[in-house]
């Protein structure tokens, strides 16, 4: 399922504007990296970014699938970040859904 929600989300709109945001800044964990892992957590209704981060530390096929590099797994404030900035773009998002 989640294959196919990567595959076929209309969401290269929003990964241009925010992956435009970062910039020059750190890219230790990847723009789209962190959708694909949002996407993720909606898919296998995993409630918390928490649950969520446990499931990628467990699971290697996950963090590959999402596009995360080896075995690290983004800390929880860098979801809280994330999300303030998809958030931020929150008509894009309606948008995609």
Not at 5 to 17: C, G, S, W
Not at 20 to 43: H, Q, T
Not at 47 to 52: G, H, Q, S, V
Not at 55 to 81: D, H, I, S
């Amino acid at each position: 399922r989640l294959r196919l929600v990567l595959e076929y989300m209309p969401d290269e709109e929003l990964m241009r504007q925010l992956e435009k945001e970062r910039n020059k800044g750190r890219d230790d964990y990847p723009v789209r990296a962190m959708w694909n892992s949002i996407l993720a957590g909606i898919v296998y209704q995993h409630e918390t970014i928490e649950k969520l981060r446990r499931e990628l530390g467990r699971n290697g096929q996950l963090r590959f699938m999402c596009g995360f590099k080896g075995e690290t797994v983004p800390p929880a404030w860098v979801y809280t970040r994330f999300l303030k900035k998809i958030i931020n773009h929150a008509e894009e998002v309606d948008k995609i859904m």
